[in-house]
């Protein structure tokens, strides 16, 4: 996909965070992009701030990704839109951090349906149009989909999850010419946990590296594929600054 100029990006969860940077960087490529949000006013105000990127369109689509039928809804939109899918990037996620005895059903199931159900829905939904355009699956892991630590019982057990689905259907879906990623980030600038963005995350990855990387991967020779990349802050501020 070395020319992205045109090609179309769906992309879940794109209001803010991590989304709306790898919203940023295709439409810098001239693509066109699709982003979710699961309220109207949240997709309308990303949309309003990419209108104008690079020579596509962005267009702002309501779809809880722990919604089958809004995926396959933001799925058609999509494709009414811009005629085709060239790539997925299920992006949407949430983290509940709490112990064991904490944590409640609810939590649980939250994290699991988004983080996991929500991705599968995303592929399930798109993956029609990804054969056809023999597209790109990336999906937003985490290192908690390698790591474990304590009170991440339910995020590491959706992104552990994740890995494991997302390098399976790697397999499933090479020979038909669809690849498939996993991106397993660090500590990246964003709203994630209610957390507000601001001048002391300037250690961390930021969106846009993100939003970098994937078009390194579109951009990749056709012929290789990194499957499963770990990508970290380069460096993490001294204990007790
Ligand atoms: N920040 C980090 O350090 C970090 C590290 C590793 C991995 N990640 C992963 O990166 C992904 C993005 O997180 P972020 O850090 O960018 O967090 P964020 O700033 O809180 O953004 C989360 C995005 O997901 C959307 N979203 C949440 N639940 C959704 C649902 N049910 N249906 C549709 N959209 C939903 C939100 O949209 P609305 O609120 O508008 O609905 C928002 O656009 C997540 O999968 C997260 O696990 C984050």
Redesign the pocket.
Known sequence: MNNLHTKTALI?????????GVAESLLKEGMNVAI????QE??DQAVAQLSGIGSGKVIGIV????DFQAQQRAVVKTLESFGGIDVLVA?????HFAPIQELTPEQWHETMD??LT?VFYSLKASLEALTASKGYFIS?????GTNFFAAGSAYNAS?FGLVGFTQAVMLDLREAGVKCSTIM????A???NNHQPNPSDAW?IQ?EDIGELVVDLLKMNPRTLPSKIEVRPSQVPAKGA
Not at 185 to 188: H, L, N, Q
């Open positions: 879940t969860g794109g209001s803010k965070g991590i989304g709306y979710t949000s699961r309220t949240a997709a779809a809880d990704v722990r992006n949407a996620g949430l983290g988004t983080n929500g937003i892991a985490s290192l908690a992104k980030p660090g500590s990246v964003t709203h994630f961390k969106p």
